[in-house]
């Protein structure tokens, strides 16, 4: 399944920044952050059906259970939260590290993955009675 390409986007250029790790100062492992937070928000925002709207995100968290199982609107939730501490960082905390921010890489590209809405289809299929053939789709 592709992912829609604002979300591949920052996860593309995340992986490039972990490509390079001797690179990554406290700046842009923030940045990288940032990148892979909004790219959880636009998943969350699309698998409740919202797109693109100013829903503020802690709404769109405590909805995505009646949207997606449980269990993965936790990790959802648990993500977004570790990735805003991360960006809104005190003096006196750590920086992130690189193996927590390629941690949060993988995990961000499992979760956008099963947040895509699933399929729909619409119209009607009409089937032929006692032909066994189907007839076109409307």
Do not use: F, K
């Not at 001797?22 to 892979?36: N, T």
């Not at 959880?40 to 259970?65: Q, T």
């Not at 993955?113 to 007839?135: F, H, K, N, R, W």
């Amino acid at each position: 399944m592709t992912l829609p390409p604002d979300v591949q986007d920052r996860l593309t250029c995340v992986a490039n920044l972990l490509a390079r790790p001797g690179q990554l100062d406290g700046v842009r492992i923030r940045c990288s952050a940032e990148l892979l937070r909004t790219a959880v928000e636009r998943s969350v925002a699309r698998a409740c059906g919202v797109g693109n709207s100013d829903e503020p995100v802690h709404a769109l968290l405590i909805s995505l259970p009646s949207h997606v199982d449980a269990d993965v609107a936790h990790d959802v939730s648990q993500l977004w939260h570790a990735l805003s501490r991360a960006v809104r960082q005190h003096g006196y905390e750590l920086t992130p590290t690189v193996a927590e921010l390629a941690g949060w890489h993988a995990d961000i590209a499992n979760v956008c993955a099963v947040l895509q809405p699933p399929l729909t289809l619409s119209g009607t299929i009409d089937l032929a009675e006692g032909t066994g053939e189907t007839a076109a789709v409307r």
